[in-house]
């Protein structure tokens, strides 16, 4: 399986985003997609997460309302359109690939892209 991320960039406070992650080689156990960020001396934190099949999705309190996770699954991608987009946004945003719908948390995925930066000027 592999992901590759691309999308990020500088933008500033309060415009818009959008991230895709391409992915190739789905197997039976990367039933969800996730992104997840991480900013320069913090922990990786979970952004969101959507199912394959159905397009069920959760997001962590920090983003729920301004960022959406979509999927096309003919095109095996899945998309973060980040909107209202503040400073604290700022970080490299992974995508990650594995079998547990829902999950929240870098041990609930098993594959993950490269990264990609995202910066929101104040």
């Known amino acids: 399986v592999q992901l590759q991320a691309s999308g990020g960039g500088l933008v500033q406070a309060g415009g818009s985003l959008r991230l895709s992650c391409a992915v190739s080689g789905r197997t039976f156990n990367t039933n969800a997609m996730g992104w997840f960020r991480q900013a320069p001396g913090k922990e990786r934190e979970f952004v969101a997460t959507?199912?394959?099949?159905?397009?069920?999705?959760s997001y962590s309190d920090s983003v729920k309302g301004r960022f959406t996770i979509s999927r096309d699954n003919a095109k095996n991608t899945v998309y973060l359109q980040m909107n209202s987009l503040k400073p604290q946004d700022t970080a490299v945003y992974y995508c990650?690939?594995?079998?547990?719908?829902?999950?929240?948390?870098?041990?609930?995925?098993?594959?993950w892209g490269q990264g990609t930066q995202v910066t929101v000027s104040s």
């Open positions: 990650a690939a594995g079998p547990l719908v829902h999950g929240a948390y870098v041990e609930d995925y098993d594959y």
């Open positions: 959507i199912a394959w099949s159905g397009g069920s999705t």
